[in-house]
C-alpha cells in the first residue's frame, strides 16, 4: 500500500465520521492517527460534546467487530477481560472471552469503574493480550480502546492512575462546536440519528495495511535526536517530578509516522514531533508538587519544551 492510497483512505474515515460529528475535523483525525499508530484514545471533556458519538461513529465507519462497556462501580474485571467457566457438557473447563475481545471498544465513563477494574485493562492495553488462569489469550487485531471520561464530574469517580494514562497513546479533548457546525447538527441530529446511516468505509485488512506502511515510515537521524532531545528536556525541567519515560518517547515515534503517512509522505518531519507532543505527552507528565499549587500543567511545560529546545536543519 503507498502512501497516497493510506492517506486517501485515511480521509475516507474522517469524511464518513465527519457526517456525524460536525466541526471536529481536527479530532476526528486526532483518533484515526492513534488507530494507524496501534495505540489507544481517552477523549475527556464535559457531557454532551459528543465523545460517545464519535467513538461510535468511528467503529461504524470500519467493517470491524466493535464494543460498547459502559463503566460503573460494580462492574467486574471479567466482565471486561472474560471468565473461566465449568462447562458440563465437555466435563471440563473453558474461557468465556469478555467485552475487551473485539476489535474497537468504546470504553465509556472510564473513571466511574473501581480501580481493580480498571487495572484489568492494562494488559490488554499494553500487550495486545489477556491472560486468565495461568493461559494467555492473544486479543483480536486492528486492537483500540476508545475511552471517555468527565473531567469536571468527580462525585461517585475514581480517578486514573498514571500507569493507566499512560497506557492511552493520546488524551484529546473536543470542545464545543463551531456555531455555523452546529447549527448543521441541529439541521440533521434533529430528525432522525445520523448514526444510523453511517456505513463502513474500510475493513480490518485495510487497516492492518495502513498500520503496517505507518511502521515503515522513515525516521532520519536527526530527527530522532530531535525526539531525545525534547524528552530529556522534561526529565530535567524544573517543574516536573517525571518527565517523559522511554515509553512516552516511543508512542511520539509512532504517533509522528502515523501523522505523517496520513499526510501522504513516506518521512517523519520535527513538525509531525511538535504536532503530536501536546496529545501525546501531556497526560504522562506528572508535575512536581510546587508547580502543580502553582497550576503548572502537563501541557504548559510541553508547549514551553517545544518552543525552548531547537529544531534540527537538514538531514
Not at 466511574?112 to 492495553?125: F, G, H, I, N, V
Not at 530529556?232 to 517523559?244: I, Y
Not at 508547580?291 to 511545560?301: F, L
Request: proline share 6%; aromatic share 4%; hydrophobic share 45%.
Amino acid at each position: 500500500m503507498t502512501a497516497a492510497l493510506v492517506s486517501a483512505r485515511f480521509q475516507a474515515v474522517v469524511d464518513n465520521v465527519e457526517r456525524v460529528i460536525h466541526g471536529q475535523t481536527s479530532v476526528i483525525r486526532l483518533a484515526m492517527v492513534c488507530l494507524l499508530a496501534e495505540g489507544h484514545l481517552l477523549i475527556e471533556d464535559i457531557p454532551g460534546v459528543g465523545k460517545t458519538t464519535l467513538a461510535k461513529a468511528l467503529a461504524a465507519s470500519l467493517r470491524c467487530e466493535w464494543r460498547r462497556i459502559q463503566f460503573t462501580p460494580d462492574l467486574l474485571p471479567s466482565d471486561v477481560t472474560g471468565v473461566t467457566i465449568y462447562n458440563r457438557d465437555r466435563a471440563a473447563f473453558e474461557f468465556r472471552p469478555g467485552a475487551i475481545f473485539a476489535n474497537v471498544i468504546l470504553g465509556d465513563e472510564i473513571n466511574r469503574a473501581s480501580p481493580k477494574t480498571q487495572a484489568a485493562l492494562l494488559e490488554a492495553m499494553e500487550e495486545g493480550q489477556v491472560t486468565a488462569d495461568a493461559t494467555t489469550y492473544p486479543l483480536p487485531r486492528p486492537h483500540m480502546v476508545i475511552a471517555t471520561q468527565n473531567p469536571v464530574e468527580r462525585q461517585g469517580t475514581y480517578p486514573l492512575p498514571d500507569g493507566q494514562l499512560d497506557r492511552f497513546l493520546m488524551r484529546v479533548a473536543m470542545g464545543y462546536p463551531g456555531r455555523s457546525a452546529e447549527m448543521v447538527m441541529l439541521a440533521t441530529h434533529g430528525r432522525q440519528s445520523a448514526l444510523a446511516d453511517v456505513k463502513p468505509v474500510v475493513d480490518t485488512d485495510d487497516v492492518m495495511a495502513m498500520v503496517a506502511h505507518a511502521r515503515s515510515v522513515h525516521v532520519a537521524e536527526s530527527v530522532g535526536v530531535y525526539l531525545l532531545d525534547l524528552a530529556e528536556a522534561t526529565r530535567a525541567h524544573r517543574s516536573l517530578a517525571l518527565g517523559a519515560s522511554p515509553r512516552a518517547a516511543l508512542a511520539l515515534l509512532r504517533a509522528a509516522r502515523a501523522f505523517a503517512v496520513a499526510q501522504g509522505r513516506n518521512h517523519v518531519l520535527p513538525d509531525d514531533m511538535k504536532a503530536m507532543a501536546p496529545y501525546v505527552w501531556s497526560h504522562r507528565l506528572v508535575t512536581a508538587p510546587d508547580a502543580r499549587v502553582s497550576g503548572v500543567t502537563g501541557a504548559q511545560v510541553v508547549s514551553e519544551v517545544l518552543a525552548r529546545v531547537p529544531v534540527p536543519v537538514g538531514p
